[in-house]
């Protein structure tokens, strides 16, 4: 089973800064990689998918980069409808596998 | 717009067995895969299982493989967990999503509680 993991766990960020995420896979799922944002009470929200393409009405804000192993979520100017937790999740496979990362939490500092 | 509606949680003893179904509509069902992604109260996400357009390739999770069965029905534009021999770690919110990888649709979910 491929294992994420996302750094920092808690970013803290005031508006207008930017933000950068890092998710990791322990083994190669070259671009087959998506980040989620999730709000309280709410479902998740596809932001990126193959590591840097936006979803459809995902700002562009919100950019992905990244392949194989190493990938980053940067947010340019953070806007309050932008804090919440943020998940990558690996697809590489089929059948499929996937997995997501534990999440990074960005709040308000 | 794409909907999709679970249904089928509740309370339930462990070691019991609970059958969750999940309606879409909005879209051309049979074109896309499904899975089914859980949360557990507070913690993060875990994708359980998928299944193909056509049922031909599933997987699940090392967690709930053995227990749990996925299965759909193009007709109905439905999809369905059959869930089995539950524990206490599979309480959680059960989401049903759409996409081949990157999910582009969930519903809102259906909550699981296992416990005597």
């Known amino acids: 089973e491929i294992v994420m993991t996302q750094s920092p766990a808690t970013l803290s960020v005031s508006p207008g800064e930017r933000a950068t995420l890092s998710c990791r896979a322990s083994q190669s799922v070259s671009s087959n990689l998506a980040w989620y944002q999730q709000k309280p009470g709410q479902a998740p929200r596809l932001l990126i998918y193959g590591a840097s393409t936006r979803a459809t009405g995902i700002p562009a804000r919100f950019s992905g980069s990244g392949s194989g192993t190493e990938f980053t979520l940067t947010i340019s100017s953070l806007q309050s409808e932008d804090f919440a937790v943020y998940y990558c999740?690996?697809?590489?496979?089929?059948?499929?596998?996937?997995?997501f990362g534990p999440g990074t939490k960005v709040d308000i500092k | 717009e794409v909907q999709l509606v679970e249904s089928g949680g509740g309370l339930v003893q462990p070691g019991r067995s609970l059958r969750l179904s999940c309606a879409a509509s909005g879209f051309t069902f049979d074109d896309y895969a499904m899975h089914w992604v859980r949360q557990a109260p507070g913690k993060g996400l875990e994708w359980v299982s998928g299944i193909s357009w056509n049922s031909g390739s599933i997987g699940y999770a090392d967690s709930v493989k053995g227990r749990f069965t996925i299965s759909r029905d193009n007709a109905k534009n439905s999809l369905y967990l059959q869930m089995n021999s539950l524990r206490a770690e599979d309480t959680a919110l059960y989401y049903c999503?759409?996409?081949?990888?990157?999910?582009?649709?969930w519903g809102q979910g259906t909550l699981v509680t296992v416990s005597s």
């Open positions: 999503a759409k996409g081949v990888g990157a999910t582009t649709g």
């Open positions: 999740q690996q697809y590489n496979n089929w059948p499929p596998t996937f997995t």
